[in-house]
């Protein structure tokens, strides 16, 4: 596999700065980022792209389609984000059992990434000891050893599977969305500790490999603590939950009021674009210290209007283009997608057998 330094994880970085402050990282229309336009983030390139959730469960239909990666490259777009189950790899009860084939089929999507020049970022969406979605797991990844030790193990797993494969074509995303802090369940220390030790396993295996860690408080915070480990960190573009988790029953959703955008005069969710701005400053601030900053989820549940999805979504493209930060939608087929997403006031568009919300697309490519 390739090992060109370039490509490496400090390399990438150092080149990525570089090539931002000269004004060549290519933007997703097509032109040159300028240093002045660039205002903050200047590590990664702006990517741009989809969650895919064929790994995102143990229930998950494991068949990714390559067609997906094609018409994504074809769009503009040149990212995937693969939020991944550690069960769908495992057998039931042992988290050292692997079957390899599943693995083989995380390895077809890597592969798919080079061949349509698409970047692919892992991400432990259920990890030994942790995830945000039910059901818990039996220890705790911030406090149990027997769980923190199967975690690096996995990620060794997969270091030892990547290793001389180039950063700009896979990076590792650690743990999806860790809780708030507390003092019960994980503490901030917590957290800090176990992104470290989890990192250094990883570079131990493979010194090149690009880290993400997502923020706090289910990725709306940033960890300023982790900025000397030399890792990008991810955020999420879901605020107002109001707006992009209308009627989701795994929120509660069902009790949000109807969705407004801006809701000028307070009676909804009181959010404006002024406050979305001031929501995503630390991200900025953090940026501007020299930290790689990409949105890895933004989006909005099929039974928010329209309208009122587009209208607010724009804004959130808007602020965090605006930082040449870039995103990823959850997900590119499904309730958040932008294929057979399921929604009652779309004229989809057909589209080689799939319903085609080409409204969101060309808002997507807009950004």
């Known amino acids: 596999m390739e090992t060109n330094d370039r490509y490496s994880r400090r390399g990438f970085m150092k080149c990525s700065v570089a090539a931002a402050a000269a004004g060549s990282l290519v933007g997703g229309t097509g032109r040159p980022v300028e240093a002045a336009e660039a205002k903050a983030q200047r590590v990664f390139p702006r990517w741009r792209g989809f969650n895919l959730t064929h790994f995102f469960t143990k229930n998950s239909d494991q068949r990714p389609h390559e067609d997906y ?33 599943t693995l083989a089929k995380i390895d077809r999507i890597v592969e798919w990434g080079r061949r349509y020049g698409i970047h692919v970022s892992l991400n432990f969406h259920r990890g030994p000891g942790y995830c945000v979605n039910p059901p818990a797991e039996k220890k705790s990844l911030w406090k ?11 990620w060794r797993l997969f270091a030892k599977r990547y290793r001389g494969i180039p950063s700009q074509r896979v990076s590792f995303d650690l743990i999806n969305e860790p809780s708030r802090p507390d003092e019960r369940n994980m503490t901030r220390e917590d957290y800090v500790r176990v992104m470290k030790v989890t990192t250094e396993a990883i570079r131990a295996v493979d010194p090149q490999r690009l880290v993400i860690i997502d923020g706090l408080a289910w990725g709306r915070d940033p960890v300023p603590e982790l900025i000397e480990l ?45 406050r979305l701005e001031e929501h995503y400053q630390p991200w900025v601030d953090l940026a501007r210290k020299g930290v790689g900053v990409h949105c890895g989820e ?20 808007d ?44 808002l997507l490519r807009k950004y």
Not at 71 to 91: A, H, I, K, Q
Request: with cysteine.
């Open 69 to 101: 990666f094609r018409w994504m490259r074809d769009w503009g777009f040149d990212f995937v984000r693969l939020p991944m189950s550690y069960e769908t790899w495992t057998e039931a009860d042992d988290w050292y059992k692997v079957r390899e084939s």
């Open 319 to 362: 602020i965090l283009t605006e930082h040449n930060i870039g995103f990823a939608l959850w997900n590119f087929s499904g309730s958040f997608g932008i294929l057979d997403s399921g929604r009652a006031d779309v004229d989809y568009q057909d589209f080689h057998g799939h319903k085609l919300d080409s409204g969101l697309l060309a």
């Open 144 to 154: 149990d050893a027997e769980a923190l030790e199967a975690f690096l193990w996995h």
């Open 230 to 274: 030399g890792v990008g960190q991810s955020n999420r573009g879901y605020d107002p939950m109001e707006i992009s988790h209308y009627k989701a029953g795994w929120v509660n959703g069902e009790r949000f009021p109807e969705p407004v955008w801006p809701d000028a005069e307070g009676k909804a969710h009181k959010w404006d674009r002024k």
């Open 298 to 317: 933004c989006g909005c549940y099929n039974k928010t209007p329209h309208a009122v999805f587009l209208a607010w979504f724009r804004d959130v493209l």
